[in-house]
Nanobody, 120 residues
């Protein structure tokens, strides 16, 4: 069974920083795009950032210049460094990955979600 497990998150004051990490485990042949999404109360889930296996990145306009996504292909992990956090960044953050397994095909996986709260 392949799964994503997230860590990080928590409460931080405006202007502060937080780091999120996500590790994929199980029978994995290859991971294509990995990314982070977020969902604030009463809103739809939205893209935060994605990173291809090549390292090519894509960011939501609202986080450009403040957030940095990175991945370690050898460890099957993806991280999100969040700086200059704003109250509007408050949301549940979800890790996402397109995982190819040796025997059972490709899966679009989601982590369990981790809460990020930006408040004074």
């Amino acid at each position: 069974q392949v799964q994503l497990v997230e860590s990080g998150g928590g409460l931080v004051q405006p202007g502060g920083s937080l780091s999120l990490s996500c590790a994929a485990s199980g029978s994995i042949f290859r991971i294509n795009t990995m990314g982070w999404y977020r969902q604030a109360p009463g809103k739809q889930r939205e893209l935060v950032a994605t990173i291809a296996s090549s390292g090519s990145t894509n960011y939501a306009d609202s986080v450009k210049g403040r957030f940095t996504i990175s991945r370690d292909n050898a460890k099957n992990t993806v991280s999100l460094q969040m700086n200059s956090l704003k109250p509007e960044d408050t949301a549940v953050y979800y890790c996402n990955a397109f995982v190819l397994t040796p025997l059972t095909g490709t899966y679009n996986l989601w982590g369990q979600g981790t809460q990020v709260t930006v408040s004074s």
